[in-house]
């Protein structure tokens, strides 16, 4: 396939030429056709296709328009792909032009272009987390994952939950006990009780924070998906519930097995294997 790109580093972007040949053609027909998103029938002359989009087909592409025109999910899809794309592009110890971006397939997003706006304010905001090293002296930018960056793209997860799972900045405290019972460490289910006549009740459940963290992971996550919109709604409803009754170890195992169904098979062929990997993989640490 070839792209002819028009445009420069200030935001301004005219249309591009996209130009196909035959054999890529008939591989996106026969793609559109085997995911039920299309019906094609060739011309008796076998020169040109006739082609209908089917109802999932209208469906699938009514989810790429909402995708395209939400200005968070085109955030959360420069804020991952950036850093990743710094890291595979940089060579050892060295520094990636921006300016090839525009060329990579990543450009796109939900069938759509990003800008270059989009492209500078996520490239500042990786900047600003420590994930990405910027230089600009040399008249354009340059990009390099710093050694947080280079850890996220190896994690394997979604941004979000990458930085919720980095411990904070470590901070002196000074603590004063004066007649108190004091307990230094950590001690996950553990309790501790005195005094006379005591009476407690122990609830051994699910980790709140795990649980917050596999929950943003999720919700994350689904916008990715190949999804029906039958499917997503399901999705959305056992994300909800999860986030509600998942507290409870029993209940929360039920509602991961369901989500599992949903999200395994609609990560195939979406760009999210690695992240749905990841997710469930921490739905299983959670609950097993």
């Known amino acids: 396939m070839g792209c002819v790109q028009h445009g420069d580093l200030n935001g301004q972007q005219r249309h591009p030429i996209v130009i196909i040949d035959k054999q890529e053609k008939d591989a996106i027909v026969s793609l559109l056709v085997a995911r039920g998103y299309m019906d094609a029938k ?3 002359n076998g020169s040109a296709y006739l082609v209908k989009l089917t109802g999932n087909g209208l469906e699938h592409a ?33 520094s990636a032009s921006l300016q090839e971006f525009a060329g990579d397939e990543q450009w796109w997003f939900a069938g759509t272009q990003v800008t270059w706006d989009e492209v500078f304010a996520a490239v500042h905001f990786l900047a600003a987390e420590g994930l990405l090293r910027v230089d600009q002296a040399s008249g354009f930018a340059r990009v390099q994952s710093t050694p947080l960056g280079t850890k996220f793209v190896h994690s394997k997860q979604t941004l979000r939950t990458f930085m919720m799972t980095q411990p904070p ?4 405290v000074t603590n004063n006990f004066f007649d ?4 230094q460490g950590d001690a996950p289910g553990s309790n501790f009780a005195t005094g006379e006549n005591i009476t407690q009740t122990v609830n051994h459940g699910v980790d709140a924070d795990a649980l917050a963290s596999l929950v943003a992971q ?7 998906l190949e999804l029906t919109q039958e499917d997503a709604e399901d999705l959305s409803e056992e994300i909800d519930a999860l986030e509600g009754e998942g507290a409870e170890p029993a209940r929360g195992r039920r509602i991961m097995r369901r989500i599992a169904r949903i999200i395994v098979p609609a990560a195939v062929g979406a760009g999210s294997d690695a992240a749905v990997q990841a997710a469930i993989a921490a739905g299983t640490g959670l609950f097993g």
């Not at 850093?83 to 592009?89: F, S």
């Not at 999720?218 to 990715?224: G, H, M, N």
């Open 169 to 172: 900045q470590a901070s002196g």
């Open 42 to 44: 060739v011309q008796a």
């Open 218 to 224: 999720l919700r994350e996550i689904a916008p990715t």
């Open 180 to 183: 108190s019972n004091v307990v």
């Open 62 to 94: 009514r989810e790429l328009l909402r995708r395209s025109r939400s200005k968070i999910e085109r955030e959360t899809y420069l804020h991952n792909v950036l850093v990743r794309w710094a890291y595979e592009h940089a060579p050892a110890g060295g």
